[in-house]
């Protein structure tokens, strides 16, 4: 079974589709942030790219100084709209970023 490699989530390029888009989509959304985070500070990237856009070479990117941020919002997000199954899996990764930052800052 071939390893399944990271890949930046693709977003539409025109606005009107990427508004609909964003507004069914989010939780999926919110779920590539967290996997994005997750596979850099498993690989110990200083940045990782987010999303990406179709037809376009426009690339988004999160560094690690913000990913503690995007975390406790996509938490915050998680509990304002009752999803708390979810939440698990934010916590574990911001301990994991905890963990993460811990070993930086002793390097």
Do not use: G
């Not at 850099?40 to 941020?69: C, G, N, W, Y």
């Not at 304002?80 to 990764?93: A, I, W």
């Amino acid at each position: 079974m071939p390893k399944k490699t990271y890949e930046p989530y693709t977003l539409p390029s025109k606005f009107n589709e990427m508004e609909s888009h964003i507004i069914k989509n989010k939780t999926l959304m919110m779920e590539q942030v967290l996997s994005s985070i997750n596979y850099a500070l498993t690989k110990k990237l200083q940045f990782v790219e987010v999303f990406k856009f179709k037809d376009s070479d426009f690339i988004i990117t999160l560094s690690d100084d913000r990913f503690k941020e995007n975390i406790a919002n996509i938490y915050d997000f998680y509990i304002k709209s009752e999803q708390y199954e979810l939440c698990d899996r934010v916590k574990k990764l911001e301990k994991k970023l905890t963990t993460y930052e811990q070993k930086k800052q002793k390097a």
